[in-house]
Antibody, heavy 115, light 113 residues
Framework: EVKLLESGGGLVQPGGSMRLSCAASGFTFTDFYMYWIRQPAGKAPEWLGFIRNKANGYTTEYNPSVKGRFTISRDNTQNMLYLQMNTLRAEDTATYYC??????WGQGVMVTVSS | DIVMTQTPSSQAVSAGEKVTMSCKSSQSLLYSENKKNYLAWYQQKPGQSPKLLISWASTRESGVPDRFIGSGSGTDFTLTISSVQAEDLAVYYC?????????FGSGTKLEIK
C-alpha cells in the first residue's frame, strides 16, 4: 500500500525558513517522480514542483512562483522527500502535500506564516 | 502558464440528477504525437486530500464509480456525474499536466439539495 506522510509544518515568522519532510512507503521510491503541491484554505491547489526519478537523474522543476525560494530534494536511502522553504511570506500559508504522481497524495501538513 | 477556467463555481443538485461541469484551458492540452489530452479531474471532500478521479481527460481511475464521466479534447473538457449521490458532495478541480507549471482550475463546488 502506498503511503505518504508529511511532517514539519507549523508556525513560522515572515522571512523565516522551514523544511517539510515526506516519508514514503509501499513502492520503489527511486522509480517515481515526487511532487509538492500546496493549497491555501478555501482555494485551489497550486503545483510547486517535482523531482524526477532515478532514470531521469533526480532533476527538479519548479513553479516560477516559488523558484529560487523553495528547493525540493530526496533521500533515496531513507525514502524521504523534502521541501526546503526560505524567505517565507504570508501568502505561503497553506496546507502542503507531497504526492506520487497524480494518484497518491499525503494527508497534508499546515504551514502558517505569521508574526 | 496555462490558465484553467472552471464553471460554474458552485452548483446545487438533488440526488439522482445529472450534473455537468466545465473546464477550459487557455491552450490545447492535446499532444499530437500520442493523441492524449493531459487533463485530470479531482474530487476533494471536506477535510480530505484531493482524490484523482479521471486522467487523460476520460480515463477513470480504478475504483471510481462509473457515474463519473470525463469528456472533451483540446481546450474544452467536461466532467459529468450521471446520477449524483449524497456522497458526491465535494469540490471538483481540473488540472493540466501538459506543461509546467502544472495548473489547476478554481474548482466547482457541488452541493446536494
Amino acid at each position: 500500500e502506498v503511503k505518504l506522510l508529511e511532517s514539519g509544518g507549523g508556525l513560522v515568522q515572515p522571512g523565516g525558513s522551514m523544511r517539510l519532510s515526506c516519508a514514503a512507503s509501499g513502492f520503489t521510491f527511486t522509480d517515481f517522480y515526487m511532487y509538492w503541491i500546496r493549497q491555501p484554505a478555501g482555494k485551489a491547489p497550486e503545483w510547486l514542483g517535482f523531482i524526477r526519478n532515478k532514470a531521469n537523474g533526480y532533476t527538479t522543476e519548479y513553479n516560477p512562483s516559488v523558484k529560487g525560494r523553495f528547493t525540493i530534494s530526496r533521500d533515496n536511502t531513507q525514502n524521504m522527500l523534502y521541501l526546503q522553504m526560505n524567505t517565507l511570506r504570508a501568502e505561503d500559508t497553506a496546507t502542503y502535500y507531497c504526492a506520487r504522481s497524480s494518484l497518491y497524495w499525503g494527508q497534508g501538513v499546515m504551514v502558517t506564516v505569521s508574526s | 502558464d496555462i490558465v484553467m477556467t472552471q464553471t460554474p463555481s458552485s452548483q446545487a443538485v438533488s440526488a439522482g440528477e445529472k450534473v455537468t461541469m466545465s473546464c477550459k484551458s487557455s491552450q490545447s492540452l492535446l499532444y499530437s504525437e500520442n493523441k492524449k489530452n493531459y487533463l485530470a479531474w479531482y474530487q476533494q471532500k471536506p477535510g480530505q486530500s484531493p482524490k484523482l478521479l479521471i486522467s487523460w481527460a476520460s480515463t477513470r481511475e480504478s475504483g471510481v464509480p462509473d457515474r463519473f464521466i470525463g469528456s472533451g479534447s483540446g481546450t474544452d473538457f467536461t466532467l459529468t456525474i450521471s446520477s449524483v449521490q449524497a456522497e458526491d458532495l465535494a469540490v471538483y478541480y481540473c488540472e493540466q499536466y501538459y506543461d509546467t507549471p502544472f495548473t489547476f482550475g478554481s474548482g466547482t463546488k457541488l452541493e446536494i439539495k
